[in-house]
C-alpha cells in the first residue's frame, strides 16, 4: 500500500505540530503578487501592495540572484511584519527555491521559524512527484511544532516538469496542505523541449491553417494555445482533489491584451487565480478572475428560478436544470466573494 490509511492522513506529522486543516479556507485569490523582497524600494511598497492584491508573495527562487538569496530571505522575514496580514484579509505567502537547492532549508526553516505565524503558502518549485510534498511536509510540520503555530502553513506546488505533469494527479493528492497548483509554463517548456524563449501565452508558430483554397488563394490560419492540455489537466487534477488550480507567469509585461485573454481563458476552463509579476497585471487579473456582472446576474437568475435546484426552467430560450443550476452557483458565490473585498462590484453584481 502506498498511500496512508484515511485516519492517518489528517494526522499531525509531528508531535506538537497543528492538525492539518480539512476544508481549504474559503480566499479570494485572484492574483498571487510577486515580489522580489531583495529590493528595498520594492519591499517599501509592499503596504500599498497589501491592499491591491489579493496574495503578496515573497520571492526567492528564481528571478533572484544567487548573491542575493540571503537578503530576499530577510527580506521575505520583514514583510511577514509589515502588514497585519490576516487582519487585512490578503494573503501572504512565499515562494522558496527547489528542493535540491543549497537554499531550500534555510528558506523552509526561517521562513516558519521566524513568520510562520504570518504565513499562510509556502510555493514549492519544480515538484517531481509526491515524495517532494512528502519530504516537506514532514519538515514543515517540524518547524510548525518547533515554532508552536497553531494554524498549519498550506503548500502550492508549481507544475513545471514533465514528470510532475505526468504526476500532477498524485501531487495534488499528496497531503492535507495541499492548497493549489500553478502552471509554470517557463520552466515546464525547457524541461519538455518546446522550443520557444516565452514566459506563457502563445506562439506565432503553433497554428492551424484552413484547408487549400480552390482558386489558390491565401489559406488563413490561427495561433492555438500551446498550454491548452497542460492547464486542462492541472484544473482537473486540482479539482478531483478540492484544491486550486492557478494560471501562472506571463511573462511579455508590455502585452497587456495577450496576457488578458491567456488569463481569461484559464478563468474559463477552471482556474481561481493567476500570478502577476508586475502591478499592471494585478488590474488585468481583477478584471479576469472577477466573473462579469451580466453573467453574475443571469446565473443569479437560474439560481431563483430554480429554488431548490432541481427540475427544468427556461429562462431567454435556455434550457436550464439541475447542472445549469450548479454552474450558476459557481459564479454566483464567486461573485459573493470578490462583492466582500470589492464595493465597485458589489454594487455592479446588484444593479438591476
Ligand atoms: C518564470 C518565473 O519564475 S516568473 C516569477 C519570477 N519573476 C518575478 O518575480 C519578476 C517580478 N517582477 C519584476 O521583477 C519586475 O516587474 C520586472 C523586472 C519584470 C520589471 O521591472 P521594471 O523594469 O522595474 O518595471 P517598471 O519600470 O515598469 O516598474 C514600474 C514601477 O513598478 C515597480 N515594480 C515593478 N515590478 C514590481 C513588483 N513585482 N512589485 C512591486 N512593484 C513593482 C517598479 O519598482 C517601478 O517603481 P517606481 O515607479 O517607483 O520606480
Ligand atoms: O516558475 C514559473 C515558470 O514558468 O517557470
Ligand atoms: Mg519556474
Known amino acids: 500500500m502506498s498511500q496512508k490509511t484515511p485516519r492517518n492522513f489528517f494526522k499531525p506529522l509531528a508531535i506538537g ?9 474559503i480566499r479570494l485569490e485572484r492574483m498571487i503578487h510577486f515580489v522580489p523582497p531583495h529590493l528595498d524600494k520594492v519591499r517599501a511598497k509592499v503596504p500599498q ?12 527562487e528564481d528571478a533572484i540572484p544567487a548573491d542575493a538569496k540571503d537578503a530576499a530571505r530577510d527580506g521575505a522575514i520583514e514583510m511577514g511584519k509589515m502588514v497585519d496580514w490576516q487582519g487585512k484579509g490578503t494573503g501572504f505567502w512565499s515562494r522558496v ?31 517531481e512527484g509526491p515524495w517532494d510534498i512528502h519530504f516537506a511536509d514532514q519538515y514543515v510540520a517540524q518547524l510548525e511544532a518547533k515554532a508552536g503555530l497553531k494554524r498549519p502553513i498550506l503548500f502550492h506546488a508549481i507544475l513545471e516538469t514533465a514528470q510532475g505533469m505526468a504526476l500532477v494527479e498524485e501531487i495534488a493528492l499528496a497531503s492535507p496542505r495541499m492548497q493549489g497548483i500553478s502552471l509554470g509554463p517557463a520552466d515546464l517548456a525547457a524541461d519538455r523541449k518546446m522550443k520557444t524563449t516565452r514566459v506563457g501565452g502563445g506562439h506565432p508558430y503553433y497554428r492551424v491553417v484552413d484547408d487549400p ?14 498550454w491548452h492540455y497542460t492547464i486542462a489537466r492541472m484544473v482537473d487534477a486540482c479539482r478531483m482533489a478540492g484544491i486550486n488550480a492557478f494560471y501562472g507567469p506571463f511573462g511579455d509585461i508590455a502585452d497587456s491584451e ?29 478584471r ?13 437568475r437560474i439560481l431563483e428560478a430554480m429554488p431548490d435546484g432541481t427540475g427544468v426552467a427556461m429562462l431567454d430560450g435556455k434550457m436550464q436544470d439541475d447542472a445549469t443550476w450548479k454552474q450558476a452557483k459557481v459564479i454566483s458565490d464567486l461573485a459573493d466573494l470578490v462583492s466582500e473585498k470589492d464595493p465597485e462590484l458589489a454594487k455592479a453584481y446588484a444593479a438591476d
Open 213 to 226: 483554397n480552390e482558386d489558390g488563394s491565401k489559406r488563413e490560419s490561427a495561433q492555438q494555445d500551446p
Open 49 to 60: 501592495m497589501a491592499t491591491q492584491a489579493d496574495v503578496v508573495l515573497a520571492n526567492l
Open 97 to 127: 527555491n527547489p528542493l535540491n537547492s543549497p537554499w531550500f532549508q534555510e528558506d523552509v526553516s526561517r521562513l516558519v521559524l521566524e513568520a510562520g505565524e504570518q504565513l499562510d503558502v509556502i510555493m514549492l518549485p519544480k515538484v
Open 288 to 300: 479576469v478572475f472577477s466573473p462579469a456582472p451580466d453573467e453574475v446576474k443571469f446565473a443569479r
Open 258 to 286: 495577450a496576457c488578458e485573454q491567456q488569463f481569461r481563458n484559464a478563468f474559463l476552463l477552471g482556474c481561481s487565480g493567476t500570478w502577476s509579476l508586475h502591478p499592471s497585471q494585478i488590474e488585468i487579473a481583477k
Open 17 to 25: 505540530a497543528p492538525d492539518p486543516m480539512r476544508e481549504l479556507p
